[in-house]
């Protein structure tokens, strides 16, 4: 395995988990019950993912670039498996880590009304107050939240079907349209802007389907109408939901791949 797709893994590792601990923060949200600022301050690892992302696509298409040139494209489907593999095992990390996360966000929010200055509170995480906080931040998932999900009957099992589809069709969406190119290296450059078809069908899914019902949960929550327990339960089986749609992935890779080489021959 080379250097350079090593370091895709590790854009992809974090890509991936940043995403999954973004379900972390409408429970943060309802805990602190301060939404705006919640979803604010996420956007600083948000802008880390679209960095790591930034530098994804372009390091895994010149990796393909330079196999086609040396007529060695054997092992890319391996090295886009491994991919698919390290989101599975950053989604894995994330779940896993969304108590700890939990608390310690919860903690930078109401830190931020103190402070109301983004600067500060950057400058307070590196305190002994912030590094205090970081390290009592760290929990274990709790017993209670796992045992509640034997509780099955009355979650929204539509809603975590379209997420799992919703997932595997992300997380499969730009790798199948760059080995799409690798399959049929005189079409790699329209098979490579091809990807919006594919991420095209997860985006609706999440516009229309899951983000209305997660929005509205959490004013639910806010208002009282929805047991936190239950909203709690509902977010941990759509992390799940997303660990089995990245597993997924892995057996759209190939199907999505053609799919796009014969999209890309018909236009």
Known sequence: MSQQIIIVIGLTFVIHLISTL????????????????????????VLISRTANSFQAPLLAKHIEQNVLQGTTVN?????????????????????????????????VIAFSVYRSLPLLVLHAFSKVGIYHVKTSIA???????????????????????????????AVGVLAALYAGALNPPLRVTAS??????????SILLLIFIDPYLSMLTDDVMQGEVDPLYFRRCVI?????????????????VPAAYFIVKVAELL
């Open 22 to 45: 973004a379900y972390a923060v409408r429970l943060v949200a309802t805990r602190t019950g301060r939404i705006a600022i919640s979803f604010s301050l996420f956007n600083l690892l």
């Open 76 to 108: 890319l489907l391996t090295d886009f498996r491994w991919l698919l593999v390290s989101a599975t095992i950053a989604t894995l990390v994330g779940g896993i880590l969304v108590p700890s996360f939990q608390q310690l966000f919860s903690r930078a």
């Open 140 to 170: 274990a998932p709790a017993t209670r939240n796992l045992e509640g999900l034997t509780r099955l009957k009355h979650l929204p099992w539509h809603i975590i079907s379209f997420n799992v589809l919703a997932e595997a069709i992300m």
């Open 193 to 202: 802007t091809l990807s919006a078809v594919i991420n095209g069908v997860a």
């Open 237 to 253: 089986m759509l992390i799940l939901s997303r660990l089995v749609g990245t597993v997924l992935a892995q057996f759209l890779l």
